[in-house]
């Protein structure tokens, strides 16, 4: 894996995109202080996932956003892309298919950030992932940024275990820990809470058992006060019911005297409004009169105003006129003074015009000379400054060929080792090859026995879960269903109901009807009924068995005996009319009953008819075939015994035509019969017509008998639909709950499965990433060997030719010498003249520049002079003029002030005639304004009167109001308690005795006792249950959390051992490169790495112990800067050689080093680009030498970066 590319956007001093390519080997980034050289590497160390703002050299992350500069606004965000390529080396394994990968992060200026890898949205974990134990990220041991080596020597023991742990590979292993110790935080949280509400639970079931017991006496308690309740609410209804209809006889006689007064009111109203419009259209002519004469006044004004306006005109163009006279002459005066200043100028002018033009020819002839000998000096100079630049380009390139070569004999030298060395490390890793190999099969068969296995858990786990979904879909339609049934049954009980209580209260029938059928069922409800007196006094009432005559009824209405088909309905009703509230009796007895107790009851009147007192009769002659006869009404009629032959009377003669037209033709033909539409219009026997369109749209008797009867049977319907699914739902909630629990146990084992396998997937990508590593190091060497062998043969030819062009250069280098010395003489000797001759030039210039200033002055004050003398001449011209047109306005204004007289004369006069013609209609006005006060009062008395009745009509009304809001207040305070309809309750009540004072007392102490029995729950028994079950779900709850907690302890325990072992192989390799790279470069001296415990953290810290050359063994922290920056270069060098990233960037890393460091800096440098990728920020000359490729920063404009490429190689 090498950085291939690297783009950015707006990312600190890059304003514009920039590209910058890497290729393999050393890449050099050079520039002056403060271009942006470091800003590369905050960007490569930025998108890699750095989240400190400190660590980039700013105070916020949303510092690294263009910031703006001269002549450029900020931009609202940055975006930096790394592109990696794969080499055949180390590379993520989840990207191996890729041949690269390109990781972009991007900043919004309000602190908004997104990750992409190849253009996909990614999480920062993902970025950090892939960079991960490589030792390449933004914190590994390969990015040395500026100030790093200062903080290696200077950081504590146990900071500096970071860069072995990179090296180590173990920084994957500490962020699995750090998530296992935090999903153990969380478990460890989670059975806090866990323990708290079992204890909960348990004590809610212990109360849940005493709120039990209490539950029953206050069911007992509560029907005793439902049983009292409900007959005060009899008795007060009742009482309020008598209150209503007092109530409404005093509103219907006020209502009958308002009748008589308001035809008084209206006649008097009329009479008010027709004075009232004639005092309107006086009042109306009066104001249009008045309007008249003040626009005639108004106008009358404004002429006496054009009058006084035109005098002024006339006096203020006779002081014009005279104004200007005497400023003509003033001017004339003035422009006889100018005419003799422009003729002196004009002399003056002439006379300077000649000496300019003589000093011109002289300055003109001493020019030409003079720059004749300065063409002469200036091409010896020009040819001086080129020969001596061409010796100094000769001189450098001797200089560099002279260093080459010394350089060129080093490498050479390192060559000839490296080779030597590279062969020796081959042979260890050919060795270590074999063992990886045999660890990856041990692991492999291992890893496929457990593949087997998961692939069996997967199965049985999807099929559960596939179950289970079923199951939680199939539910959830159910619930629905369940629902949309509730509510449907819902709305038919409700529509039901109603439509009950009104069939139930006989509401649509006549008061007389209605009395009689309610006192039937009181009379029929008091027969079921026993009371029995106790020897206590108390009173017990028993309910007989209902069984027995339940349905003994005298009374039938024809609309409860009859039924047609809905159809027929509309035309029934219209067909008997008010024979339908008509009641039927078997016998003639019972009737008499009825009509004494309507008398003696005030309860209004009805009609009855016995079943034995009347019988039906055919007519021969039917109109049942006649075209338009829809049918016979009796032949759709059905009715109850015994009353067959009654109804049949009521409707035998009456035929269903379509339409009233064919009801009149069929008249004539078939006298007697009566016909009806099945719109309800109707023509009787006797021809009369009756129709239209019904008031309201209130169903009819009939109509409301059949709905009961089809909501009853679509209730019935609803309610089994209801009780089947609620059915089918407990059974798929118990099924689910099967289901659930073996889904739990099973998902248990496939997780412990998955944990196993992703383990030994670990297991097995590191062994297949040691062997591919140590395959890609065999081969890498056995490449670096021939490289190595073909640069040695490289350099010693270059090395050969670089001599010859040395001397070369040396030889050319003498010539140049001398010719510049025989240029310089030349220079000499044509100087010596020339200075006299210029001062000579330079003062004819001057002289004649004063010349030319003073005529230039005398020209324009000679021009201002000839502008005034225009000027004058103009003005003058224009004072004539406006002389004579003021005396012309004199002569308009004063003909225009006679004719203005005349015309306010007449206006005056016609003024007094509107004012004489207004007086009278005023008069006129106030004469009908007092009649029509006299009208107005007695009207205001008439209206009094009505508005007196009308208060005692809404008095009487709001005592009915009041009485039925009350009583419906009762009904609905029943209903709400008791779910019971009040007007059906109250006869069952009607004829208990007793004292309501005591009643209320005795419901007043049953209430004080259920209030001592305090908050009651009912559903106790219920709660119990699924209390006690959610506490048993939850005990086995914590009992899993506690073993998922000691599985997070064991694989805490195994990273440990994994990374305590991993750590200590690569402290050891490390320590013993850094002892034998440290002498390399001190040139001698010793050191080593020493582990300490941290009490603290309970880790090793690592200290650095060195001795330069000469020096006795001490802690790093004691040396030189420029020994502590060597110390902390061989460290980092020696964790490089140890573990190779696949590439490095150094940023000024060798600024404190002097040259001879510098040289052994690049040694190193040269052999890490050998294994890695090499980028190196620097101001050395001597490292600039070693980069292939060298990008320079600059900044030509302040504050914008710009990037500039060479190729080293092309040029050598």
């Known amino acids: 894996m090498r950085i291939k590319k690297l783009e950015l956007v707006g990312f600190k001093s890059f304003k514009d995109k920039t590209v910058i390519q890497f290729d393999a080997g050393i890449t050099g980034i050079v520039g002056p202080n403060g271009c942006g050289k470091s800003n590369i590497v905050d960007a490569l160390v930025w998108v890699m996932g750095e989240m400190s703002a400190k660590d980039l050299r700013g105070s916020t992350m949303t510092d690294v956003i263009f910031a703006g500069a001269e002549g450029y606004s900020p931009l609202g965000m940055c975006e930096v892309s790394l592109t990696l390529e794969n080499d055949g080396g180390p590379f993520p394994a989840k990207y191996l298919k890729h041949t690269e990968i390109m990781v972009t992060r991007r900043l919004h200026r309000n602190g908004e950030g997104e990750y992409f890898i190849n253009k996909e949205p990614a999480r920062l974990k993902d970025v950090q992932e892939i960079f991960m134990d490589t030792g390449a990220g933004s914190k590994g041991f390969s990015i040395i940024q500026q100030g790093m080596i200062g903080k290696i020597i200077t950081a504590k023991p146990e900071d500096r275990r970071h860069l072995i742990e990179e090296a180590a590979g173990i920084t994957k292993f500490k962020a699995r820990k750090k998530e296992s110790q935090r999903k153990l935080q969380q478990t460890d949280q989670n059975l806090i809470r866990l323990q708290d509400i079992v204890g909960e639970l348990k004590r809610q079931i212990d109360s849940l058992q005493r709120q039990a017991q209490r539950a029953e006496r206050y069911r007992h308690l509560k029907n005793q006060i439902e049983d009292l309740d409900l007959w005060l609410s009899s008795r007060q209804y009742l009482d309020l019911k008598s209150i209503a209809d007092e109530a409404e006889r005093i509103f219907r006689e006020s209502q009958s005297l308002e009748v008589e007064g308001e035809s008084k009111l209206a006649q008097l109203q009329a009479d008010f409004e027709t004075l009232k419009l004639q005092t309107l259209e006086k009042e109306k002519k009066v104001e249009e009169l008045q309007n008249t004469f003040y626009e005639n006044q108004s106008l009358v004004s404004k002429k006496e105003m054009e009058i006084q306006q035109l005098k002024f005109e006339i006096e203020q163009a006779r002081r014009n006129e005279q104004m200007t006279g005497n400023l003509m002459q003033e001017q004339q005066a003035r422009l006889s003074l100018l005419k003799r200043d422009q003729e002196s100028l004009q002399a003056q002018s002439e006379e300077m015009y000649q000496e300019v033009s003589d000093l011109e020819i002289k300055f003109a002839q001493r020019n030409e000379v003079f720059e004749a000998d300065q063409q002469r000096i200036q091409e010896v100079d020009d040819l001086l400054t080129d020969k001596r630049r061409e010796l100094f380009a000769v001189g450098q390139s001797v200089s560099s060929l002279e260093a080459k070569s010394q350089a060129l004999e080093g490498q050479i030298e390192d060559g000839e080792e490296k080779e030597s060395n590279e062969q020796l490390v081959a042979n260890e890793l050919r060795e270590k090859k074999l063992e990886f190999v045999g660890r990856r099969d041990r692991i492999q068969e291992e890893l496929e026995n457990n593949k087997q296995a998961s692939l069996i858990l997967n199965e049985e786990v999807q099929g559960i879960e596939s179950r ?117 009796a078997q016998n003639s007895e019972k009737p008499l009953e009825a009509l004494d107790y309507l008398k003696s009851t005030k309860s209004g009147r009805s009609s009855f008819l016995a079943a034995d007192a009347i019988h039906g009769f055919n007519k021969d002659q039917t109109p049942s075939n006649e075209p338009g006869v829809q049918s016979l009404l009796k032949d759709v009629v059905r009715s109850k015994e015994p009353f067959h032959q009654t ?90 709950q099967e289901i659930t629990l073996h889904f739990d146990v099973a998902q248990k084992k496939k997780i412990e499965q998955d944990i196993r396998l992703r383990e030994l997937q670990k297991d097995i990508e590191r062994a297949e990433q040691e062997l591919s590593n140590a395959e890609y190091a065999v081969d890498r060497h056995d490449r670096e060997i021939r490289k190595t062998q073909d640069q040695l043969n490289s350099l010693r030819d270059k090395l050969n030719e670089m001599q010859t062009a040395l001397e070369e250069a040396r030889i050319k280098k003498m010539e140049l010498e001398e010719t510049s010395k025989t240029l310089e003489e030349e220079f000499e000797e044509s100087n010596r003249d020339f200075p006299e ?112 009745r009308l208060t005692q009509m809404n008095e009487a009304q709001l005592k009915l109001d009041q009485a039925k809001m009350k009583e419906q207040y009762l009904i609905d305070q029943v209903r709400e308690k008791y779910m019971l309809v009040l007007p059906e309750v109250v006869y069952k009540y009607a004829d208990r005795g007793g004292d309501a004072y005591l009643a209320e007392t005795e419901l007043k102490e049953l209430k004080e006792k259920i209030s001592k029995i305090g908050e009651v729950n009912l559903s106790a028994i219920e709660e119990y249950e699924e209390t006690s079950k959610r506490y048993e779900f939850l005990t086995k709850q914590h009992d899993d959390l506690v073993e998922a907690k000691e599985q997070l302890r064991r694989v805490i325990d195994r990273i440990n051992r994994i990374c305590s072992k991993r750590f200590k192989e690569t402290f050891d390799l490390v320590n013993d490169r850094f002892t034998r790279v440290f002498p390399v470069l001190f040139g001698g001296g010793e050191a080593k790495l020493e582990l300490h415990e941290d009490p603290e953290k309970g880790e090793m810290g690592i200290e650095i112990i060195a001795r330069p050359p000469g020096k006795k063994m001490q802690n790093v922290s004691l040396m030189s800067g420029g020994e502590k920056a060597l110390t902390a270069v061989a460290l980092v060098f020696s964790i490089f050689l140890v573990k190779p990233s696949p590439y490095c960037l150094l940023d000024e890393v060798d600024a404190p080093l002097d040259d001879a460091n510098v040289f052994r800096f690049n040694d190193l440098v040269r052999e890490m680009a050998k294994r890695s990728q090499i980028i190196v920020v620097t101001h050395n000359k001597h490292t600039m030498e070693v980069a292939k490729k060298l990008y320079g920063v600059t900044m030509q404009e302040r504050g914008v970066s710009t990037m500039v490429s060479v190729s080293l190689q092309d040029i050598k």
Do not use: C
């Open 468 to 584: 289970k979904k079923e199951l939680n879909d199939q539910l959830r339609i159910k619930k629905i269903e369940v629902e949309e049934f509730k509510d449907s049954l819902g709305q038919v009980t409700s529509k039901l109901y109603g439509l009950e209580n009104l069939q139930s209260s006989f509401e649509g029938y006549e008061s007389g009807v209605k009395s009689v059928m309610l006192w039937q069922k009181s009379q029929s409800e008091k027969k079921q009924l026993q009371t029995e007196m106790h020897a206590d006094g108390s009173v017990t009432t028993y309910a007989l068995d209902s069984t027995q005559d339940s349905d003994e009824s005298y009374f039938y209405p024809v609309s409860e005996v009859v039924e047609v088909e809905p159809s027929y309905e509309v035309a029934m009703e219209a067909a008997l009319g008010q024979r339908l509230q008509m009641l039927l």
């Open 837 to 948: 001759l210029q001062r000579e030039v330079t003062d004819l210039q001057i002289e004649l520049a004063s010349k030319k200033q003073q005529n230039l002055g005398v020209t324009k004050q000679l021009e201002m002079v000839s502008k005034s003398v225009q000027d004058l001449e103009t003005q003058l011209s224009r004072m004539t003029e406006e002389t004579e047109q003021y005396s012309e306005q004199m002569t308009e204004s004063q003909y225009a002030l006679e004719e203005k007289k005349l015309e306010f004369e007449k206006w005056l006069n016609h003024v007094e005639e509107l004012k004489h013609e207004l007086s009278i209609e005023k008069n006129t006005f106030e004469e009908l304004s007092t009649q029509l006060t006299d009208m107005a009062d007695e009207l205001s008395s008439t209206q009094r009167a009505k508005n007196d």
């Open 647 to 736: 109804v049949s009377y009521f409707v035998d003669g009456i035929a269903v035509v379509d339409s009233l037209r064919t009801a009149m033709g069929l008249r004539i033909r078939y006298p007697g019969w009566s016909f009806v539409t099945l719109d309800g219009d109707t023509l009787t026997a006797d021809g009369i017509l009756s129709g239209g369109s019904a008031e309201g749209n209130e169903s009819g008797i009939l109509q409301r008998k059949n709905q009961i009867k089809d909501l009853t049977a679509l209730k019935n319907e609803w309610a089994g639909k209801l009780a089947l699914a609620q059915a089918a739902m407990k059974k798929m909630e118990e099924e689910l």
